[in-house]
């Protein structure tokens, strides 16, 4: 089709082709930038702990004042844990990914390194924590009884800095800190503290996403007292979890009913509750992208029905030509791929401009070119579907009324 004539008509309706046009651009580069937050949020949202999700509960105990005896009634409890039917294992443990608080230390190749090679999780666990967690050990060797401590007992250790401790690393950690080798037998350190890896697990997540990797995270053979972090129980079959969940509770309240329940739940229930605002964050800006498309497309729906009553004679006097019907849709049609694609392309220029201070501003990652022909799209289609009702309708009027009408 000769788009001469379109260009002519366009000329002499300026400003309200340039209305479109910067709507088109600014739909563009809004939804654009929108729609990559929402693949950001949508990552975050899903991104793996590597944990047993689904067979894992939480319970969290609190009493008044000092407990007596912490570590003696922790065994206790564990005790009575793992003797409950549904009840695959159970370990006291400091944290779990998705938390809003986190341990973390720094970790580095020489007691005396300047800067350390990075910050990760850390992870206090006794007897059974790798199986409690359900975490995949992909190389070396798990926890050995005599290399379990209690933290009371690190704690008032002096020497423990001097000699150490054995760890377990994240595969992502024993990459950064190694990366040209096996992590196995090598000696990392906290401050001038010795850790001498003996496994690797293939993921741990951080307890707070916030950090620049997520993945970073080590396990220490370390007992926590349950006044210091909480029971961490995997059951044997999901679909019972609620009632392990009572049972465990009953059990704890036999053991000691002086104690306070500060939480029960279930592992799942903990990561939805971290993520609520993310989820929200993808609905707002759905609801954002969905109102500027509509709106869009009622503009231009507005502009090309505006249009086909001005051009009534003009559309009459083709028609009496020869022009078919589908001469005339199609001739809407290219003239609103032509706004559509100016539009598109100072949008496009615009979304880039707004990445750029999203960038400097909240320190988000570039945003990959995808997106771009993705926006470009979406906007193309949406108005080739809004112009198509007033086209068609001018495509339908008979040459002799539209003539009788100038």
């Known amino acids: 089709m000769d788009i001469r004539p379109i260009l002519t008509t366009l000329r002499r309706h300026k400003t309200a082709a340039a209305l479109i046009v910067l709507e088109i651009a600014l739909t563009c580069a809004i939804v654009c930038n929108a729609l990559f937050l929402i693949g950001q949020r949508i990552e975050k949202i899903n991104q793996p702990s590597g944990i047993a999700e689904q067979e894992l509960l939480e319970v969290r105990l609190g009493g008044i004042g000092t407990q007596v005896n912490a570590t003696a009634r922790t065994r206790e409890d564990l005790a009575a844990l793992r003797g409950l039917p549904g009840v695959k294992s159970a370990v006291a443990i400091n944290q779990l990914p998705f938390r809003r608080n986190s341990w973390n230390t720094s970790l580095q190749l020489t007691p005396d390194q300047e800067r350390p090679t990075l910050n990760a999780a850390q992870y206090f666990g006794g007897e059974g924590a790798l199986a409690t967690l ?162 869009t497309a009622l503009g231009i729906v507005g502009l090309a029905s505006f249009w086909v009553q001005q051009r009534t004679k003009q559309i009459g006097i083709r028609r009496a030509l020869g022009a078919t ?60 579907v809004a112009v198509f009702g007033p086209a068609h309708r001018a495509a339908a009027v008979p040459p002799a009324v539209a003539t009788r009408s100038a």
């Not at 009371?152 to 994240?170: H, L, N, Q, T």
Request: hydrophobic share 45%; with cysteine.
């Open 134 to 295: 359900g975490v995949q050990l992909i190389a070396g060797r798990d926890f050995q009884g005599d290399e379990i401590r209690d933290l009371e007992e690190v704690m008032k250790d002096e020497e423990m800095e001097a000699r150490g401790s054995v760890v377990i690393v994240s595969e992502a950690t024993a990459r950064k800190m190694f990366p040209n080798g096996d992590a196995l037998g090598k000696t990392i350190y906290t401050g001038r503290m010795p850790l001498r890896v003996v496994g690797v697990i293939k993921e741990l997540a951080r307890p707070v996403t916030v950090e620049s990797n997520t993945t970073y995270s080590m396990i220490l053979p370390v007992r926590v007292n349950y006044d210091l972090g909480f029971y961490l129980i995997r059951v044997t079959d999901p679909a019972r979890r609620d009632e392990v969940l009572a049972a465990a509770v009953s059990a704890l309240d036999k053991v000691d009913s002086s104690r306070l329940v500060r939480a029960k739940k279930t592992y799942t229930e903990q990561r939805e509750k971290y993520f609520q605002n993310d989820r929200a964050m993808v609905g707002l800006l759905i609801t954002v992208c969905v109102a500027l498309l509509v709106v």
């Open 325 to 384: 019907r589908g001469q005339i849709l199609r001739y809407f049609q290219t003239e609103n791929f032509l706004l559509a694609t100016v539009g598109i392309v100072l949008g496009m220029l615009l979304a880039y401009s707004i990445n750029l201070w999203l960038m400097s501003a909240y320190e988000l990652p570039r945003m990959p070119a995808s997106y771009l022909p993705i926006g470009a799209a979406l906007l193309w289609l949406l108005g080739q």
